[in-house]
Nanobody, 126 residues
Framework: QLQLVESGGGMVQPGGSLRLSCVAS????????IGWFRQVPGKEREGVSC????????DYVDSVKGRFFISRDNAKNTVFLQMNNLEPEDTADYYC???????????????????WGQGTQVTVSS
């Protein structure tokens, strides 16, 4: 059974950076599409970024393009989300998710994902 654990969240000032990690256990992530999502209490969970298993580039929601960068290290069974130039609007709980193996390009639609981590909190505040 695939399990995902996020880490790297915390509090940072506007303009700062954080790197989130999503470590998988139980199954190799090599063929899974991975997504990062975020949620603010009272609001719907939003797709932030995703990375495909093999083909196609990553995808980002418009609000983070040029600031966030997703990458994967299959040898470490880990996916990262580098977040730069953070803004107060980025404050949320961040979740990683995995979609079952497929050659399809990743999507920012949360209904496409089958496994979820427990989340890590990111607070951007001065």
């Amino acid at each position: 059974q695939l399990q995902l654990v996020e880490s790297g969240g915390g509090m940072v000032q506007p303009g700062g950076s954080l790197r989130l990690s999503c470590v998988a256990s139980g199954v190799s992530l090599d063929y899974y599409r991975i997504g990062w999502f975020r949620q603010v209490p009272g609001k719907e969970r939003e797709g932030v970024s995703c990375i495909s298993s093999a083909h196609g580039g990553p995808d980002y929601v418009d609000s983070v393009k040029g600031r966030f960068f997703i990458s994967r290290d299959n040898a470490k069974n880990t996916v990262f989300l580098q977040m730069n130039n953070l803004e107060p609007e980025d404050t949320a709980d961040y979740y990683c998710a995995a979609a079952k193996p497929s050659v399809r390009h990743c999507e920012l639609d949360l209904t496409s994902y089958d496994y979820w981590g427990q989340g890590t909190q990111v607070t951007v505040s001065s």
